[in-house]
């Protein structure tokens, strides 16, 4: 059997990947494990040894004839078809999709036939997006920023593919130790993070490092980072004394972050990519995780792992950072931080009943547990009216063989912008929104008739799922009113 898993995102994505290419390997030891990234991260993929064969997006040689003088579309066309149809030779048995993105979809769907085993997002015949799984809609509808998810990506891939972690699935990578000299008792700092916006400034980091080297002179700092970020180093470097910093930022590639992370007291850093290496090193990490981020989904994974949120930087105390990592190397688990748990959520956090509305609605939706008590009059008065537009909704559907698809798409068009704008004002009741949406999209090509018959089985779902927030009263009447017609 051969496999072809696409990881087209970025490093820590791919780091992230890592755990379920080896259940996958664990499963199906005979098969041949296929391995698809894009040229700038393949040194994540360095470490691996279950990747039988590594596989490279040419993007840039498929975009370069777009950018030129005079661009030529021809030529970038034929290099993006030679490189699919070397893919499709290999003829996969079955591809797992793991990027989410409309450019997967299409390549998943190029490189299948009709006897492909396909997880993640592909394309019917029509080029409509096509879900390969039940996770695929869930991620479509309820992962990533600003969405109520709270399982990790990682665990969310297992899912996908119906797989359990074992043990042995988090571990190092298999890669000889680097040749950097480090101290013997150092925290590795990553200064850096996944993009500009989630990562602390260089005044920032130095004061910090300063509050924490006057409770813990014991420990030098290693810094880590990228190239870019050299500047940001040479400002902490200036400022700190000169025996407690080996700065590394610039002089290492991403396998030797291993050997660094492996051997540290404990990571410290924003979102990124040692994060999740630090996850496979079960090195203890201290995630500072600011902006727009979800650390549900992205956050460590290390048995010790503990996360500072915080919206904006200027919402971060220097002092309270060092206090809170200081607390931490005695042992102690200080108030304020996110710690790591196992269960469905990798995380425990206190919150608000409130706060937690949208993910226990989640729960509802897809895993049969009690629908949320709605606390606002607002999700009520929401839910009443998303249910008076689904039942419009479905009698405009019920219009289609008398007035013809034509006739009724405008008012279906318009019952899909208040659906949205509710979605909006009462964010309790997006992610139902969302999931009504992604069943939408689930529908497949077929006759008007088997479209709309489908289509009306969302509504009705819709509507089951809407009745657990409608007062009796108004439920008795609506009973009474449709039975009158």
Excluded at 281 to 295: A, K, R
Excluded at 357 to 377: I, K, N, S, T
Aim: hydrophobic letters at 45%.
């Amino acid at each position: 059997m051969k496999i072809l898993v696409l990881q087209l995102a970025r490093l820590g994505d791919i780091y992230m990947t890592w755990p379920v290419m080896r259940a996958i390997k664990r499963l199906h030891p005979s098969a041949e494990l296929h391995f698809l990234t894009r040229p700038r991260f393949e040194a994540a993929v360095q470490g691996l040894s279950v990747v039988d064969k590594h596989w490279v997006l040419p993007s840039s040689e498929i975009l370069s004839p777009l950018i030129q003088g005079q661009p030529d579309t021809d030529l970038s066309l034929q290099k993006l078809d030679y490189f699919v149809d070397s893919l499709a030779a290999q003829k996969f048995d079955w591809i797992v999709n793991f990027t989410f993105s409309p450019f997967s979809s299409y390549l998943t769907h190029a490189l299948s036939t009709t006897a492909t085993r396909i997880n993640g997002y592909t394309r019917y015949e029509d080029g409509s997006l096509c879900f390969g799984d039940e996770l695929s809609a869930y991620f479509y509808a309820q992962v990533g920023i600003g969405k109520p998810n709270r399982v990790h990506v990682s665990d969310l891939f297992a899912s996908m593919i119906d797989v359990e972690f074992v043990p042995e699935d988090w571990s190092d990578a298999e890669v000889v130790a680097s040749s950097n000299t480090l101290p013997s008792n150092y925290l590795a700092i990553h200064i850096g993070a996944s993009e500009r916006h989630k990562a602390l400034s260089a005044e920032k980091w130095t004061a910090f490092l300063l509050k924490l080297r006057t409770l813990r002179a014991d420990f030098s700092f290693v810094l880590i980072g990228a190239e870019g970020e050299k500047n940001i180093a040479a400002e902490i470097e200036r400022n700190l004394p000169a025996n407690s910093i080996v700065n590394l930022v610039g002089l290492t590639k991403v396998p030797d972050l291993f050997d660094v992370i492996r051997n540290a007291e404990l990571l410290i850093g924003c979102d990124s990519a040692p994060i999740h290496i630090a996850s496979l090193t079960d090195t203890p990490t201290f995630n500072i995780s600011l902006g727009n981020v979800n650390f549900w989904e992205t956050g460590p994974k290390a048995s010790l792992a503990f996360i500072h949120r915080a919206d904006h930087e200027e919402n971060i105390q220097a002092s309270l950072l060092a206090q809170q990592v200081h607390s931490l190397l005695q042992g102690h688990l200080p108030s304020g931080l996110v710690a790591r748990s196992g269960g469905l959520s990798s995380y425990e956090i206190e919150e608000s009943t409130g706060a937690s509305f949208q993910w226990r609605l989640v729960q509802a939706l897809y895993l049969g547990a009690a629908p949320p008590m709605a606390e606002r009059m607002e999700i009520v008065q929401g839910a009443m009216k998303l249910n008076e537009i689904n039942n419009f909704a479905m009698e405009q559907l019920a219009l289609v063989n008398k007035n013809g698809v034509a006739a009724i798409a405008p008012f279906l068009e318009r019952a899909e912008e208040v659906i949205e704008s509710i979605s909006r004002l009462v964010p309790e009741l997006s992610p139902l929104v969302r999931w009504y949406q992604a069943e939408k999209v689930r529908i497949g090509p077929g006759s008007v008739e088997e479209v709309c018959k489908a289509t009306l089985s969302v509504h009705e779902r819709l509507g089951r799922h809407l009745h657990v927030y409608i007062p009796q009263e108004d439920f008795n009447d609506e009973e009474v009113g449709h039975g009158a017609l």
